[in-house]
């Protein structure tokens, strides 16, 4: 089995800034990229920002020059930082991890339970 635990959600006002951090744990061999997703009421899940084994990065619109993707490799955890936050990016943040249990698995997808982000006016 292969956990994600989320942690750094909260309330925050906007201008200001969070951080998530995701450690994924279990049954691993290797994770080809990790990243982040966000659902609001009413709304589609889309895509935040999502970083590659190499380190490639790639992020939403709606997001680029605020939030920072990180990861750190050999703890299986990727971190987003979040700058300059909006009510609009109010949501439930859920992390996303694409990997290979052993060496002979094909890659599957596997997400966590999410966390909340709430950006007041």
């Known amino acids: 089995q292969v956990q994600l635990v989320e942690s750094g959600g909260g309330l925050v006002q906007s201008g200001g800034s969070l951080r998530l951090s995701c450690a994924a744990s279990g049954s691993i061999f290797s994770i080809n990229a990790m990243g982040w997703y966000r659902q609001a009421p009413g709304k589609q899940r889309e895509l935040v920002a999502r970083?590659?084994?190499?380190?490639?990065?790639n992020y939403a619109d709606s997001v680029k020059g605020r939030f920072i993707i990180s990861r750190d490799n050999p703890k299986n955890t990727v971190y987003l930082h979040m700058n300059s936050l909006k009510p609009e990016d109010t949501a439930v943040y859920i992390c996303?991890?694409?990997?290979?249990?052993?060496?002979?698995?094909?890659?599957?997808?596997?997400w966590g339970q999410g966390t909340q982000v709430t950006v007041s006016s």
């Open positions: 970083i590659t084994s190499s380190g490639s990065t």
């Open positions: 996303n991890a694409v990997l290979r249990k052993t060496w002979h698995d094909p890659i599957t997808t596997h």
